[in-house]
């Protein structure tokens, strides 16, 4: 009967092992040193050696020239170990044993010595899903088993082990398996079966498992019944449902056009070709990931996984975007994912993510919107790629959060920024607001003067519309009084629909009509900054060189 190559090529000793060299040196020094501890939790990832470690620790501590680091793989014990059927190794699926009659059952079993071997050992495997109630009824047992009884608990949920059942054992981390690892032990395998692979097609079926080494050799083996003794990448990735490099690169094309008529394109020949929507947007987040650390990092094959020649092709990808730019598609893209997770228009959604890609591409960072409004030459972008008034290229650091260039504003002065203008003469309505100019307070007289005035021997009330009450501020407008020497009153200030109507223009400051003023008043770019905003009044002209 035909053995899937996942079981078939699964380690049998220490030094089968891919990765995971920190438990590896652990469990052989405690075998070598007879330091042998009454339980462990074996936790991480899917595929990553978790049971096939176990096991392999189970047969050092029973072959019969053990308790050894080397099993001799002939013994009695050594083979039933492998084959899954030793009387003294108990393997227990947690996921339809979780119960508390169950570990019961199993307290009972640890009370007896082992039939033929040295130790007894537990495998519990997804340990994670035994009940609160069942943890509780192994906790005794597990703290002080009998002197010949391993436990060994599997998990993919370390956190949902209790603390004190972690804290009776001695806990390693599988970590996830490198790219590279897996596809050399995916090259190896190809050996032994006679399977010709090139490296394209080990790099796809690598990737394919994101880690797990036992994912990427079901894919291998999904591989090997399609195309036989030859694989071939593009065979492979049609079948595994990855998208080549090619494929992807149209989506950074049709952002160099900024043409979201092409990327609504792109969607209807997924659709077609009957592609899984939500697999294209996983790997083009992949794809925009790869270009990010290729631009920061340059070609680096550890942060990379690929060809070399791929490598080199994402770099020149890369070049034509800035670090801004990429990091606000792969953020745009990775939202993109979650969101289809739970769409039912998945198509409708995917369109929509792909054209908000392109009019992210069309921001301008407001210091180049004001840079151009000023006619100064705009400042240069992180990422040192041309900018995109000529090109869909680079945006600066602000882009993601900034507005096309045509609402950009100017940045407001300070209060203090302007030059007092002369007070008017008047009803203490205008001179309070004369005064304010006069002490370079502007805000709070532009709010007075937009506010009705109530006045009497012991307050004065103002009304402020809604738009204004922020500007007015009491201290500002009792230093007013105080300036004018009319005393001090009680200032109380209400939010109104109905306040009256701002004061006469005779009340506001006034440009005087001099030579610095038509000059000022006549250059081309403050004619210009006027026409961007008709609204905007001129109020105070000062000559820098008097």
């Not at 680096?300 to 770099?315: H, K």
């Not at 223009?505 to 210009?528: F, Y």
């Amino acid at each position: 009967m035909y053995q899937v190559i996942a079981r078939k090529y699964r380690p049998q000793s220490f030094s089968d092992l891919v990765n995971q060299k920190h438990v590896r040196t652990t469990l052989e020094n405690a075998v070598a040193q007879n330091r042998i501890a009454h339980g462990y939790i074996f936790s991480g990832q899917r595929g990553t050696g978790k049971t096939t470690v176990a096991r392999i620790f189970a047969r050092c501590l029973n072959c019969v020239q053990g308790p050894t680091n080397q099993p001799c793989g002939v013994c009695s014990s050594c083979l039933e170990i492998a084959a899954g059927n030793a009387p003294d190794v108990i393997e227990i699926d947690a996921a339809s044993n979780r119960g508390i009659n169950e570990m019961r059952e199993l307290r009972e079993n640890v009370r007896y010595r082992p039939v033929r071997d040295r130790y007894k050992v537990f495998i519990v495997d997804e340990a994670h899903q035994i009940t609160t109630e069942a943890f509780n009824a192994l906790l005794k047992t597990l703290e002080e088993p009998p002197e010949w009884v391993v436990f060994v608990l599997c998990t993919t949920e370390s956190h949902k082990i209790p603390a004190t059942i972690a804290s009776r054992c001695q806990h390693f981390s599988f970590r996830s398996v490198g790219l590279e690892e897996i596809a050399a032990r995916i090259q190896w395998i190809c050996g032994q079966e006679g399977i010709e692979a090139d490296e394209e097609s080990l790099q796809v079926l690598a990737q394919v498992g994101e880690g797990s080494v036992r994912d990427s050799l079901s894919a291998l083996d999904q591989a090997i019944a399609c195309c036989g003794t030859k694989l071939n990448a593009e065979a492979v990735r049609n079948l595994l449902g990855a998208y080549s490099l090619d494929s992807l690169k149209q989506v950074t094309d049709a952002l160099r056009e900024s043409s979201a008529a092409r990327m609504i394109e792109i969607v209807d020949d997924l659709a077609r070709n009957g592609q899984h929507l939500q697999h294209f947007v996983r790997e083009l987040a992949r794809y925009f990931r790869n270009l990010l650390v290729s631009k920061v990092a340059g070609v680096n094959p550890r942060l990379i996984s690929g060809s070399g020649e791929e490598r080199e092709r994402l770099a020149g990808i890369a070049a034509g975007f800035s670090e801004q730019d990429l990091t606000r598609y792969l953020q745009i893209t990775l939202d993109l994912f979650r969101d289809l997770q739970f769409s039912l228009q998945p198509r409708f959604h995917l369109e929509l993510g792909l054209i908000r890609l392109v009019e992210a591409g069309k921001l301008m960072p407001i210091e180049e919107a004001l840079a151009a409004l000023g006619g100064s030459p705009a400042p240069e972008t992180g990422g040192g790629a041309p900018s995109r008034s000529g090109s869909a290229s680079a945006r600066g650091p602000q882009a993601s959060s900034t507005a096309p260039a045509s609402s950009a504003a100017p940045a407001v002065p300070r209060q203090r920024s302007v030059e007092p203008a002369p007070a008017p003469s008047g009803s203490l309505h205008r001179r309070i607001a004369a005064a304010l100019h006069e002490l370079g307070l502007t805000f709070t007289a532009d709010a007075v003067e937009n506010s009705s005035l109530e006045e009497t021997a012991a307050e004065l009330r103002f009304t402020t519309p809604q738009r204004f009450s922020i500007l007015m501020q009491a201290a500002d407008i009792e230093q007013a009084l105080a300036h004018l020497g009319a005393g001090k009153r009680r200032i109380k200030i209400t939010v109104g629909e109905g306040a009256a109507a701002p004061l006469a223009p005779s009340a506001a400051p006034v440009v005087k009509e001099d030579e610095a003023t038509g000059r000022a008043l006549a250059h081309p770019e403050v004619q210009r900054f006027r026409e961007v905003f008709p609204d905007a009044e001129v109020r105070v002209v000062r000559n820098l060189k008097d």
